[in-house]
């Protein structure tokens, strides 16, 4: 049985080069095709496809919504982005409504069709550059965990505090201040304390004080 695609892409010679690709291998069939996602539900339906084969920058409806709408349908549908853009804004909201796979439109033909076969299957397929997207966000949260501790001595020094009146507050030697403040540089990846304030603001770890 030829694994059943549809193809969504709102340029119509994007979608005649990929249906060029998958109708020249017996193992595929290309069912369908959408310029937009309410279309591409309805071809979806129509059409029950193995793969949804979809790029993420559409009319109408966006990526993840589209993606969200058709596991919503049918939560076995595989759904593999094919798409020119790796930046966090689109990667993440793509994986996280369930895309099985994150693919760039510079990947070679063969490629592609390995990948579809492989998302047939339900495995994920992630471009190298996703790839990394994905495992900077896995670990940034945990290198930017800070203890309670930690946010206490930081939000000090955000204040304006030497080490002395911060040990002399928390009823701790200068030299647990200066560990304390060591561990934060290392987690924030910063090398001084002005930093460490500024990326904490950055990240949401410090709220901003409003003042007169």
Partial sequence: MPIRLIIVDDHPVVRDGLRGIFAADDAFEVVGEAADGPEALAVAMRTIPDVVLMDLRMPLMSGAELIRRLREWSPGVNVLVLTTFDDDADVLPAIEQGATGYLLKDTPRADLRRAVRAAARG??????????????????????????????????????ATNREIAAKLFVTEATVKTHLLHVFAKLEVNDRAAAVAAAYETGLLKPTGGA
Avoid at 133 to 152: F, G, M, N, T
Wanted: glycine share 8%.
């Fill in 123 to 160: 495995e994920t397929v992630l471009s190298p550059s996703v790839a990394g997207v994905l495992a900077h966000k896995v670990r940034a949260p945990q290198a930017r965990a800070l203890s309670p501790r930690e946010l206490e001595v930081l939000g000090l020094v955000a204040r304006g």
